[in-house]
């Protein structure tokens, strides 16, 4: 995988999902599909905030997740995306909470939904949504989603070491950033047989590609370098790393 190139000032953004969100006319199969890669990938924190608001049961919080998403394609939402305000994390919570407050909608969002097919959301029944006594509904989808993002940076890098044969890298990132009970660098160097500035080399290489990965990840629910930034420094709020 290539790093993510530098967006300098005056360049033009690069089209993203969120972007693509924005369409004119009747031109909709584009959004549409944007808008299932997006919530597809995001729908755990989704399903998070409905069963701490709205559902009983892990199963009903992922049906009602279902509904929302039917809502969303069968109103004019994706005609009426205003690409500029935000990010797509802030979309969803706009429109999630408005779907929750009205029960009629969630009623009639099966059959308002028309043709359209029901997103797949494959949901292993062995993985419980996380819930909570101490966070609203907002706070636990926004720190489901921070951990959904970190996540996908995190095994989007694995995947880039481990083909490129270095699995030590990941594997020392991992013992070092990720793992509980995480070990110093003379632990690491113990383990693995290496000097501790090899260490030291290795948790320097793997941070600069996480970061370039958890760009990339971030950068498709975003649509200007303002949102990309904002959203970069609300994943790392009130973090050391």
Same mark, same amino acid.
């Given at each position: 995988?290539?790093? $993510? ?41 989704? /399903? ?25 394609? /069968? ?152 949102? $990309? ?13």
């Amino acid at each position: 995988m290539s790093h $993510l190139p530098e967006i300098r000032a005056g360049d033009a953004f690069p089209t993203t999902c969120w972007s693509s969100l924005a369409v004119q006319g009747q031109d909709t199969g584009s959004a549409q599909a944007a808008f299932e890669k997006l919530a597809l990938r995001y729908w755990r924190p989704i /399903a998070a905030a409905i069963r701490s608001r709205s559902a009983t049961t892990d199963e009903d919080a992922v049906d009602l997740t279902q509904e929302f998403f039917l809502w969303m394609l /069968a109103g004019d939402f994706l005609a009426r995306v205003d690409r500029n305000r935000g990010s797509f994390r802030g979309f969803i919570k706009r429109s999630l909470f408005n779907f929750l407050h009205d029960a009629h909608r969630r009623e009639h969002a099966q059959r308002r939904a028309g043709g359209h097919n029901v997103l797949s959301i494959d949901a292993d029944p062995a993985v419980r949504l996380p819930q909570s006594e101490t966070r609203s509904p907002e706070e636990l989808l926004d720190d489901t989603w921070r951990r959904e993002v970190l996540s996908q940076a995190a095994r989007n890098l694995e995947s880039e070491l481990r083909s490129k044969g270095k699995d030590r890298t990941y594997e020392i990132f991992q013992h070092y950033f990720l793992d509980d009970g995480a070990l110093d660098y003379a632990g690491l160097a113990r383990q693995h047989g290496i000097s501790t500035s090899d260490v030291s080399n290795s948790l320097s290489h793997a941070k600069k590609r996480y970061r370039s990965h958890l760009r990339s990840v971030v950068l498709d629910t975003v649509s200007s370098e303002t949102a $990309l930034e904002t959203e970069l420094a609300w994943l790392f709020e009130g973090r050391d790393t």
